[in-house]
């Protein structure tokens, strides 16, 4: 298993994030869509992540098996002065044929590493309530500060997300170090 930052998406990466959200998405509704993704929605979800790709406030982590992308997140890095010691966390998808693997442990080790290098001491995230990934983050310390009703909209439903935060010390305890 290999782990890096990406400033780039080749399109057989790119094909890997749709692949991704598509099969989480019909299994799961927390991805943010309500079904799978069509090619318009599938090149928007692309193109928003490679705007994002490179830039400083930005960061995107994958975590490869045989070259294939099996985990992906998104860090968001604050700028200002009084804020700088926030980051937040989004896109976060484990392929579902690896979930269980201790990715997302393994893989904040290296979250821990850039938030710190840039100053953040908390990570932020967001989970739409009552979803695996809701229940996965809570398991894994992230404390609740607030919810909001309306968080999303499923079938003309109205549905709350929960807004989470946890340290950097907190995360870097419970990582998984390389090799180990």
Known sequence: MNFQWVDFLNPEDEKQLVYMANTVAKKEK??????????????????????????????????RFEGKIIFHVLISFKADPNNKHLAYASKAIVAPEFRGKKIIQKALHYVCEKCEEKGSSILLLDARIGTPAEALWKRMGFIEWGVLPGYAKVNGEDVGGSYMYQTTDYLRKISIEPGK
């Open 30 to 63: 927390t991805v943010g869509f309500a079904s799978t993704l069509n090619e318009e929605q599938a090149q928007s979800y692309i193109n928003g992540i490679k705007g994002l790709l490179g830039k400083s406030s930005e960061g995107f982590f994958v975590a």
